[in-house]
T-cell receptor, first 114, second 112 residues
């Protein structure tokens, strides 16, 4: 049974470039979450979707960040233009929306903006 | 707004010891609490999920307890092994929503 799949695993790019992170949730899960993890701020929720609809994007830091979920099996997180302070590990997670269901995490994308 | 803290921040113990990790949260109106493990360079793996109606959950050598009224949870690891070395995070829902608030984690090192 495949878990949450994220790509790429690592991304190194120069400041100002567009970055797109991808996530495939576990089949059948109706909630999808994007998190960012840094040493300074820990694990922070950026946005989450229910049935492909964004529910809470209050954690998205700036207008440079956008997320989409065009269908139940795919989501993207885009940063345009990227800045060095965006460097972090970005995680995608999914779960079934019934109360009491654990979240399942992907292995993350380690993003470095030079 | 829900806030989660974890004590200690780091812990180093010899193999075989029993140990306790602590998690505190400010808003007791939660419907569950989840403990995760994170290995270096990896995502989070769910260890235990305790429903608000439960007081504890067990999985192998792990036991998690929940005291909603005092805003606390503990993760007990029995007979620790070097393979238990990782960062352990607890998470609680924010305002009965699906968005979880995570603690900063406890970094555990079990020495052979």
């Amino acid at each position: 049974d495949a878990g949450v799949i994220q790509s790429p695993r690592h991304e190194v790019t120069e400041m100002g470039q567009e970055v797109t992170l991808r996530c495939k949730p576990i089949s059948g899960h109706d909630y999808l979450f994007w998190y960012r993890q840094t040493m300074m701020r820990g694990l922070e929720l950026l946005i989450y979707f229910n049935n492909n609809v964004p529910i809470d994007d209050s954690g998205m830091p700036e207008d440079r960040f956008s997320a989409k979920m065009p269908n139940a099996s795919f989501s993207t997180l885009k940063i345009q233009p990227s800045e060095p302070r965006d460097s972090a590990v970005y995680f995608c997670a999914s779960n079934l929306g019934r109360f009491g269901q654990p979240q399942h995490f992907g292995d993350g994308t380690r993003l470095s903006i030079l | 707004k829900q806030e989660v803290t974890q004590i200690p921040a780091a812990l180093s113990v010899p193999e075989g010891e029993n140990l306790v990790l602590n998690c505190s949260f400010t808003d007791s109106a939660i419907y569950n609490l989840q403990w995760f493990r994170q290995d270096p360079g990896k995502g989070l793996t769910s260890l235990l999920l305790i429903q608000s109606s439960q007081r504890e959950q067990t999985s192998g050598r792990l036991n998690a307890s929940l005291d909603k009224s005092s805003g606390r949870s503990t993760l007990y690891i029995a007979a620790s092994q070097p393979g238990d070395s990782a960062t352990y995070l607890c998470a609680v829902p924010n305002n009965y929503g699906q968005n979880f608030v995570f603690g900063p984690g406890t970094r555990l090192s079990v020495l052979p």
